[in-house]
């Protein structure tokens, strides 16, 4: 962290990636905004708890910035700005980060947003009885002082480079202290926040409701009285309530829907270039790809194109690397020329080198969703070409979360999306320590590189090991990597202000809706 400044994610540059299209293109300004409306949200997945500190589903985290205000933001560049922390400083060492926080602030249930209320949240994330999947991400500070009412700091144990980005998201949203003792391990059911709508009701697998919170510390906002969320597994069922006016917004127009919504009048649209990467994950720590060769021979085998054009209708670019061109700092651009591609003739020699020169079996495991299904089923094909047999398992989502939990899974399909800094992409998935690095993946030249990367500042220091971390994870092929996808919010045309982050979070506290 370099002293006063505003640590930026990579991604600063991905505003030059992200477009409106559709009803968004237009060049006729806005009118004023206008006050009041009840806005329905299909997200396409469910949620458990409301609780910040424990949540791990990004359909919670979608809510989430409805009913609690970050302690910092992002803007559409991705770079940090002011929140509940109106500024910030970090002294030379880059041991002490100290927290000026907005005045006058005040949560849903009428108590004081102050600097005790912001101890008592990132401690309570810091103790381990809290089981919050955050404590990594905070490890660094090793004691919260409350300097005065509206300063908090933090002393860490050294620097620690990703801490300020992790304020934009689950740890920065700071809950009423007063609403966590008082509903204890329900507290993820009663969310009492700072932000522009507070909890009104929540019925499990149909909908949650948030309404206008009339204390908002924002003069002025929110706009909306309300907003219903409502759990739409299916695209294509989120396509139809759109068209149909079932729905005002939903989080993800299909790759085959995304030309034909972006040209409808009636719509409003949000384009996040590169924003979701589609992985078919392998458990390094089992047969068959327990075997480096035969985790090279199965990527290799790979065609990212076809997979491109035929999967995602050419809403997405190969992957070649780990990394996605939206952390446009840290994208090496010349990765097509030395990162895996397809070659079968290099897939069967690896099988060879591998011990299984015939082939081999995998079971592939894939929840029920369209996308998972025709990658899944054209990933087998291509495997095929190889003399790699693949075995497609469907799974309902809980089963299949439960699996990806235990470790019981050969290869998998899921997705990854942007994470406020890089750290929070790679380090989680890549690192033996990471929260999310259920493949069992382990490489002590990687893991001594991440913890370079978490004390360097962002500058040229940093991007070179973020390379040298790219070549080593290409060659260990942990997983496939096989393209980045382009996402589509889609809106009715009536709807404003929605900004276009590239975390792929929607965020309605300026948001409205002409009548």
């Not at 300063?151 to 620690?160: E, I, K, Q, R, S």
């Not at 590189?449 to 260990?476: I, K, M, N, S, W």
């Not at 009715?492 to 929605?498: A, L, M, P």
């Amino acid at each position: 962290m370099m002293p006063g400044v505003a640590i930026r994610a990579a991604a600063a540059a991905a505003a030059l990636m992200l477009a409106g299209s559709g009803a968004a293109a237009s060049a006729t300004p806005a009118p004023p905004p206008t006050r009041g409306g009840t806005l329905t949200v299909a997200l396409g997945g469910n949620w458990d708890t409301m609780d910040p500190a424990r949540y791990t589903r990004a359909a919670e985290r979608q809510i989430l910035y409805s009913i609690y205000s970050p302690l910092l933001a992002r803007d559409p560049a991705f770079a940090i700005t002011p929140g509940l922390v109106k500024s910030w400083t970090v002294s030379p060492d880059g041991t002490r980060v100290t927290l000026q926080l907005q005045r006058g602030v005040r949560f849903q249930d009428g108590t004081p947003f102050d600097a005790a209320a912001v101890k008592f949240n990132i401690d309570r994330i810091l103790n381990p009885a809290s089981g919050s999947a955050f404590r990594a991400g905070l490890a660094s500070i090793k004691a919260v002082r409350v300097v005065s009412p509206s300063a908090v700091a933090l002393d860490l144990t050294g620097p620690f480079t990703p801490l300020l980005a992790w304020f934009t998201d689950g740890p920065g949203f700071i809950s009423s202290p007063t609403a966590v003792r008082k509903w204890g391990a329900q507290y993820g059911l009663h969310p009492v926040g700072t932000g522009p709508f507070s909890f009104v009701e929540w019925v499990t697998n149909d909908h949650l409701a948030v309404k206008r919170f009339a204390g908002y510390w924002e003069r002025g906002l929110p706009y909306l009285d309300g907003l219903v969320y409502r759990p739409i597994p299916d695209v294509t069922v989120q396509v139809e309530d759109l068209r149909a006016g079932v729905v005002n917004v939903i989080d993800t127009v299909p790759a085959d829907q995304q030309h034909a919504i972006g040209a409808d009048n009636r719509f409003r649209t949000l384009s996040l270039a590169g924003a979701r990467w589609p992985v078919l994950r392998l458990n390094n720590a089992i047969p068959p790809f327990n075997n480096k060769a035969l985790r090279q021979a199965i990527s290799y085998a790979l065609n990212r194109d076809q997979i491109v054009t035929t999967v995602y209708a050419g809403q997405a670019r190969p992957a070649y690397g780990p990394i996605s061109p939206v952390y446009q700092q840290y994208f090496d651009p010349t990765i097509g020329r030395w990162g895996i591609g397809t070659n079968l003739t290099q897939a069967r020699a690896k099988l060879a080198e591998g011990g299984q020169p015939q082939g081999f079996t995998v079971t592939l495991d894939i929840s029920t969703s369209q996308d998972a299904a025709r990658l899944a089923q054209l990933v087998k094909t291509q495997a095929a070409g190889a003399g790699i047999t693949v075995t497609v398992q469907t799974d309902d989502p809980a089963t299949l979360r439960e699996r990806i939990a235990a470790k019981r899974y050969q290869a998998f399909i899921g997705s990854v999306t942007l994470r406020p800094d890089i750290d929070g992409t790679m380090y989680n998935y890549f690192s033996s320590q990471g929260t999310v690095n259920s493949d069992g993946y382990s490489n002590p030249i990687v893991d001594a590189l991440f913890e370079e990367t978490r004390v360097v500042p962002d500058g040229p220091a940093r991007v070179q090991l973020y390379r040298q971390l790219q070549h080593q994870l290409v060659d260990d092929a942990p997983w496939p990597f096989l393209a980045f996808e382009n996402l589509m919010v889609g809106m009715d045309r009536r709807i404003h202000g929605v900004p276009g982050i590239p975390d792929t979070m929607m965020r309605f506290r300026a948001a409205w809706m002409l009548p």
